[in-house]
């Protein structure tokens, strides 16, 4: 079977490039080649190319293009905002204590962790109910006047929750405490207007919005503190060296304005396509349980946990059937260890075993919805022979 006769239903993982962006971005590799840094005409071209990309992703964030740091993913700008924050606080104020949620992807989670075993800070997590919701409230109890940094992921890639993320930035600000949230599944699909969600520092990754893999952004408020994790040159105000990637910039804000420009139709029809999978599922299959919120969640993403299922084998045999998906579970091989963050929601470890994550995107369609809803309980029911 061609790739191209396969149905991809794992847009959580990754976007294909839009065509759109993949047209913007060629001239950067060939014509306008400049180092952004250089003082000649070439490098004035491509210094120019990123100053009006960061004014166009400032445009949509609803901040000053000095606000924009570019990064080289969404990983980088996670590790920049926790570990530039956690360092210019401690080193300003002596403040060490950091609070996560429990469901953050491990771009914020091990680096706070390598944090607290190996930098002498106090790691705390912060509660989650059964959907993977942090309460503002729960945020509030939890600070301290030692904390250097919340950070609380937007909308969830694992169980696709949506966390009040306005509300709990307003708490930190008002106790004056740096809020990061890890935005990269919600540059698709959720407002990401800085000012509006109160947050401090904001991630973002293009190849989840349709553009380039290996470029990403930091929101940064205006003077928030933070200490610059790779040092060099003085690219993006002196906070990330490195000679930009000009290319993947110019494509990075092609994408989100194009993503900006259809979130409000992609959300209404994605959203269509997904609540007919989750019901049918749930009603198709006995022992289907959906994980994460029922309906304050990312309007592509459907999650399940199936009672005496293979999670690693079922990823396996749905891509015998020409179906990419993906699953909680981290492990590719070997013996699979449950999602930290369906235990985190008090799933129980046998069950969280059998995780299936269903995420729709631009290219999905009525069809591939039919064909995914029909052909799966034939392949759980197999499942459970073998496995089960
Ligand atoms: C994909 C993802 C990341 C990592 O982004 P990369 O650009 O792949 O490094 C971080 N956080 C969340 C929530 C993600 O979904």
Redesign the pocket.
């Known amino acids: 079977m061609n790739l191209q006769d396969k149905i991809y239903l794992d847009y959580?993982a990754t976007t294909p490039v839009d065509p759109r962006v993949t047209e913007r971005m060629l001239t950067y590799f060939t014509e306008s080649f400049g180092n952004p840094s250089s003082v000649h005409g070439f490098g004035q071209q491509a210094e120019a190319a990123v100053e009006l990309a960061r004014e166009d992703i400032a445009a949509q964030l609803h901040c000053d293009p000095m606000e924009i740091i570019f990064t080289s993913?969404?990983?980088e700008s996670?590790n920049l905002a926790i570990r530039g924050a956690a360092f210019a606080q401690r080193a300003a104020f002596g403040r060490n204590h950091l609070l996560i949620s429990p469901v953050e992807?491990h771009?914020v989670a091990h680096t706070a962790e390598q944090l607290s075993e190996h930098f002498g800070f106090e790691l705390e997590y912060l509660p989650v109910d059964e959907t993977g919701i942090v309460e503002p409230a729960a945020v509030r109890a939890h600070l301290r006047p030692e904390t250097a940094l919340v950070s609380v992921?937007y909308a969830n890639?694992e169980i696709g929750t949506i966390n009040p993320i306005t509300e709990i930035g307003a708490v930190c600000q008002e106790a004056g405490v740096i809020f990061h949230t890890?935005a990269?599944?919600a540059g698709a699909y959720l407002n990401l207007a800085a000012d509006e969600l109160n947050v401090d520092l904001m991630s973002l990754?293009a190849?989840?919005f349709y553009g380039p893999k290996g470029v990403?952004v930091l929101y940064r408020r205006v003077d928030t503190p933070l200490m610059p994790m790779q040092t060099g040159g003085s690219q993006e105000h002196s906070l990330r060296a490195g000679t930009q990637n000009v290319p993947y910039i110019v494509g990075m804000a092609e994408a989100l304005k194009i993503a900006a420009a259809e979130r409000q139709a992609a959300s209404s029809n994605l959203r269509a396509f997904r609540d007919r999978l989750i019901g049918s599922i749930l009603e198709e299959i006995p022992g289907a349980y959906l994980t994460g919120h029922p309906t304050n969640r990312l309007p592509n993403h459907a999650s399940f946990v199936f009672d005496h299922v293979d999670g690693n084998a079922l990823l396996m045999q749905l891509d015998l059937h020409g179906m990419a998906c993906s699953s909680g579970s981290a492990c590719k091989t070997g013996s699979p260890s449950p999602s930290e963050v369906l235990l985190a929601l008090g799933i129980p470890a046998q069950r969280a075993l059998g995780s299936l994550r269903v995420t729709l995107g631009r290219w999905t369609t009525a069809e591939q919805i039919n064909i995914f809803i029909n052909a799966l309980p034939g392949i759980i029911n197999q499942n459970r022979k073998l496995h089960g």
């Open positions: 959580s993913c969404g990983s996670d992807h771009a992921i890639n890890d990269v599944q990754g190849h989840k990403g």
